[in-house]
């Protein structure tokens, strides 16, 4: 057990080893997810298959996860290679900054995909259909939120400092002793961008599949439980690739706020997380690939010829769309 200096990035006791490991993994599922999140992203330019409002949060997700990408591997990935933070004091505060900016987008992205398939089961009910300025409300909530819980760590409110491993950085957990400006931010920003969003998200995906069940008829509307069907199979998957990083925090920060210690954390923990998170950003891809006809014929093929790709009687479907 041992506390450290809070303005500098320490010499941890983990063993080279682990953090070659953890450098070799954030870069091979870094590049994976630019590599997947750039075809969605190019798909959605090109392809004219994707033509429903509901894609619009599905870039929106696409963006932030794109964006973790190119943000994270080229910095930890390289950093935990070299075994330390290559980049500087400033650069690890706007790395930590923009990191944690696009972690909360992410988990906003995810609450807007959820309460869009509610909301536009809940309309169908009620013969209507959503304007498309609620889905850029959703997008400008998901920015706004992000830009809110992102800043105040920049002005003493929350601290960014190196994460368990010394070789990047992120927001650090206060103990007692960091005093009420930390612990302040600290614990809103768990709830209102942890615990609440986890309960409305399942809490909504619950209500959209009761009613899609029962007003859902049409062929057109089958397709709209497809991509309900996608939307919450990405959002249990990132979830569940984020429980780790969810441990190594309930790890660090209950013996701060308990005790004023901060323990070792376990190698495994350690290495784990980040690289799940890592992971993470190239869920939604594989989930719209495995659920979603639609998607998985414009990410297969953006051109008309890629429809042999399909079924014949769905590429009849997609043709007349």
């Known amino acids: ?56 949060l599905v870039l929106n997700l696409c963006s932030a996860s794109l964006g973790r990408n190119l943000l994270g591997f080229p910095f930890s990935g390289t950093s935990a290679l070299a075994k330390r933070w290559l980049f500087g004091p400033a ?16 988990m906003y992205a995810l609450f807007a995909i959820v309460l869009e398939r509610y909301l536009q089961a809940k309309f169908y009910r009620q013969e209507k259909s959503l304007y498309l300025q609620v889905y850029w409300i959703l997008i400008g909530a998901c920015w706004f939120s992000s830009v809110v819980f992102a800043t105040p760590p920049l002005f003493g409110y929350g601290l960014y400092s190196c994460d368990t491993t010394g070789t990047s950085c992120t927001l650090l957990w206060p103990s007692l002793a960091s005093g009420m400006k930390h612990i302040g931010f600290s614990i809103p920003y768990v709830i ?48 569940a690739l984020w429980i780790p990083s969810a441990v190594l925090t309930i790890w660090q920060w209950v013996p701060l706020l308990a005790y004023g210690y901060r323990p070792h954390v376990p190698p495994a923990l350690a290495l784990i997380a980040p690289i799940a998170a890592e992971a993470a950003t190239s869920i939604p891809v594989l989930c719209y690939l495995i659920c979603d006809d639609r998607l998985r014929a414009a990410l297969l093929g953006r051109m008309r010829r890629n429809y042999a790709l399909l079924h014949p009687e769905q590429a009849k479907l997609f043709n007349s769309a």
């Open 1 to 56: 057990m041992f506390d450290y200096p809070e303005d500098e990035c320490p010499w941890y006791y983990f063993d080279g080893s682990y953090k070659t490991l953890l450098g070799a993994c954030l870069i091979i599922f870094g590049v994976f997810g630019v590599l997947l999140n750039g075809w969605l992203f190019a798909t959605f330019i090109h392809s004219h298959l994707l033509i429903f409002k509901s894609h619009i």
């Open 91 to 106: 650069c690890c505060q706007l790395f930590a900054f923009l990191n944690q900016f696009l972690g909360i987008f992410q």
């Open 192 to 239: 209102v961008c942890g615990v609440v969003p986890i309960i409305a998200i399942f809490y909504y995906m619950g209500k959209a599949v009761r009613l899609e069940k029962i007003y859902y008829r049409s062929e057109q509307q089958r397709e709209q439980k497809r991509l309900t069907k996608s939307a919450h199979a990405l959002c249990v998957a990132t979830l």
